[in-house]
T-cell receptor, first 114, second 110 residues
């Protein structure tokens, strides 16, 4: 069974631009969660999608948004990029929502904002 | 703020020794999970322990959970150089979110 895939793996953007990251979950998994990882703040929960609906959201500004498609693939978008958005963005999939099951993580997208 | 906090922040041991990492959390939980991350890559799920369980084993891993103290520990026995990684606990609380601690960096020296 293929694992969670994330594209692109690396991105370099400049302040003010916007970026879209993509995540394909494991086949059969309907929940996709997104996390931001930085050295200072650690792993922070962004949001979770299940059956195309946002089920949970972390404490991030509205510049961070996401969506999930009918095939469970998910995208997250960051608009008006700031230097502080530089981070490793991790996507994780699981069978069900709500953190009841283990999550399978993708390799991440390393975003650098200049 | 982080739900879970790992202790110690960094741990350096010799191959063959046991490594113990602790995790504390703040609110009641449904389950607590441990993950490993190798050098800036994705996380790998190690073990999940539910709130009504006290101990769980998986290979060389042993996890305990004390809900009265809101704490958990991860023991890795007979450590190997390949165990070098960051280890995170993640608690699933009543808000249905999985909240991660800041992790313990384990270095196993050959």
């Amino acid at each position: 069974k293929a694992g969670v895939t994330q594209t692109p793996r690396y991105l370099i953007k400049t302040r003010g631009q916007q970026v879209t990251l993509s995540c394909s979950p494991i086949s059969g998994h309907r929940s996709v969660s997104w996390y931001q990882q930085t050295p200072g703040q650690g792993l922070q929960f962004l949001f979770e999608y299940f059956s195309e609906t946002q089920r949970n959201k972390g404490n991030f500004p509205g510049r961070f948004s996401g969506r999930q498609f009918s095939n469970s693939r998910s995208e997250m978008n960051v608009s008006t990029l700031e230097l502080g958005d530089s981070a490793l963005y991790l996507c994780a999939s699981s069978l069900t929502t709500g953190g009841y099951n283990e999550q399978f993580f993708g390799p991440g997208t390393r975003l650098t904002v200049l | 703020s982080q739900q879970g906090e790992e202790d110690p922040q960094a741990l350096s041991i010799q191959e063959g020794e046991n490594a113990t990492m602790n995790c504390s959390y703040k609110t009641s939980i449904n389950n607590l999970q441990w993950y490993r991350q190798n050098s800036g890559r994705g996380l790998v799920h190690l073990i999940l322990i539910r709130s009504n369980e006290r101990e769980k084993h998986s290979g060389r891993l042993r996890v305990t959970l004390d809900t009265s103290k809101k704490s958990s520990s991860l023991l890795i026995t007979a450590s190997r150089a390949a165990d070098t990684a960051s280890y995170f606990c993640a608690s699933r609380g009543s808000n249905y979110k999985l909240t991660f601690g800041k992790g313990t960096l384990l270095t196993v020296n050959p």
